[in-house]
């Protein structure tokens, strides 16, 4: 099944959904479904928004290895190798960065990005020194954030409020404001926005 190269393009999205169901994910709960259903919903909504095959893949792979906010799946870092090989490098760094980042840095790095700054960066919340990062790559990591947050938020425990501008910024910079309107427009009143 190793059809993607490091370099290169996705494999087919059946094959990366048989791989992600191999691993467990549809055994794993997430936000009202099981982490499988969460992972290829992300990922739809990305190829609806006529997203590039690398981000979609991204997006199928966005939490592969466990986030700041979720842990209940985890694939080891030391199978990044691995996934390369199956979603190619620019999915497999998204991914990578959505997984081990501080999420208060990207938001501070969208800011930046938003004001014109060039120089960018991510914590790597292990500790691990600041993660440059391109302004494309910041795009990228947006876009699959954002995309990440807009699938769920009516079903997060987190709630409607939880980095609300953070995600309204993010929206701004890779040109999802429609949608982020769109999405946000189904908040309760009862929230209080």
């Not at 620019?90 to 060039?118: H, I, K, P």
């Amino acid at each position: 099944m190793m059809h993607g190269t490091p370099q290169g393009t996705p494999g087919p999205i059946h094959e990366l959904v048989d791989f992600l169901y191999s691993l467990g994910t549809a055994d794993v709960d997430h936000t009202g479904h099981d982490f499988l259903t969460h992972l290829r919903a992300v990922s739809d909504l990305l190829a609806e928004h006529d997203k590039d095959a690398e981000l979609v893949a991204a997006g199928l792979f966005h939490s592969i290895y466990g986030t700041e906010q979720f842990q209940d799946f985890s694939l080891p870092l030391s199978e990044r190798e691995r996934v390369r090989w199956l979603i190619g490098d620019r999915a497999e760094r998204t991914a990578w960065l959505n997984c081990v980042m501080d999420r208060a840095t990207l938001d501070a790095a969208v800011s930046s990005a938003l004001d014109g700054e060039s120089e960018l960066s991510v914590a790597d919340r292990a500790g691990s020194p600041p993660i440059a990062v391109s302004i494309a790559e910041l795009r990228d990591l947006a876009t699959v954030h954002l995309f990440d947050w807009l699938e769920q938020v009516e079903r997060s425990e987190l709630g409607w409020d939880y980095r609300r501008s953070a995600y309204r910024e993010m929206a701004a910079l890779v040109g999802a404001e429609a949608l982020y309107a769109d999405v946000f427009a189904r908040e309760p009143a009862s929230t209080g926005r």
